[in-house]
Antibody, heavy 125, light 107 residues
């Protein structure tokens, strides 16, 4: 079965750190771009960061730049989100997602076709 | 950064109704747009990518159209399992950006 399972969420104080993990199974994780997204309680979806299959290219949203680091270990079939200097506004459910990255005529699109169940991060004193 | 808007923010509809949701980008994004469905407490589900390409396994009552700045998601005949929140997502450039969502509930 193709699936993603996140872990590592929890309660952390403002200014603290947390490392989220996302384990993939049932597919060759190393061949896919992978993405972290989040959703604050009662709010909409927010794209956070992504990383190329071999780890050679990464992108992050401005609001977490310099604080969050995305990485991967293909041997362990996992991706990670290291979150530092956490703020109350980082409180959210964090999802990892596989990008099937369909392409036609030399053009690629994002297509987040497999999602994890999400892990809750609460930043509060 | 590209801003995405959606209208309406919510709508009430009945089973069998035709439903149309609009998404607008703050600049030309070609056809670099996807649509996602989310039910309460669940992860989102991919419906459409490249503005109009139906993801495998998604019922044909869902369709997408548009290019440039204006896009539409249409549900031709609303089914009970379609009551959910729908989001558009631009993947033209970074950072990717979602629309604020459209909640579809039962009239």
């Amino acid at each position: 079965e193709v699936q993603l399972v996140e872990s590592g969420g929890g309660l952390v104080q403002p200014g603290g750190s947390l490392r989220l993990s996302c384990a993939g199974s049932g597919f060759a994780l190393s061949t896919y771009w992978m993405t972290w997204l989040r959703q604050a309680p009662g709010k909409g979806l927010e794209w956070v960061a992504n990383i190329k299959g071999d780890g050679s290219d990464k992108n992050v949203v401005d609001s977490v730049k310099g604080r969050f680091i995305i990485s991967r270990d293909n041997a362990k079939k996992s991706i990670y989100l290291q979150m530092n200097s956490l703020r109350a506004e980082d409180t959210a459910v964090y999802y990892c997602a596989r990008d099937s990255n369909p392409h036609r005529y030399g053009h690629n699109w994002d297509a987040f076709d497999i999602w994890g169940q999400g892990t809750m991060v609460t930043v509060s004193s | 950064a590209i801003q995405m808007t959606q209208s309406p923010s919510s709508l009430s509809a009945s089973v069998g109704d035709r439903v149309t949701i609009t998404c607008r980008a703050s600049q030309d994004i070609r056809n670099d747009l996807g649509w996602y469905q989310q039910k309460p407490g669940k992860a989102p589900k991919l419906l459409i990518y490249a503005a109009s390409t139906l993801q495998n396994g998604v019922p044909s009552r869902f369709s997408g159209s548009g290019s440039g700045t204006d896009f539409t998601l249409t549900i031709s005949s609303l089914q009970p399992e379609d009551f959910a929140t729908y989001y558009c997502l631009q993947d033209y450039n970074y950072p990717r950006a979602f629309g604020p969502g459209t909640e579809v509930d039962i009239k």
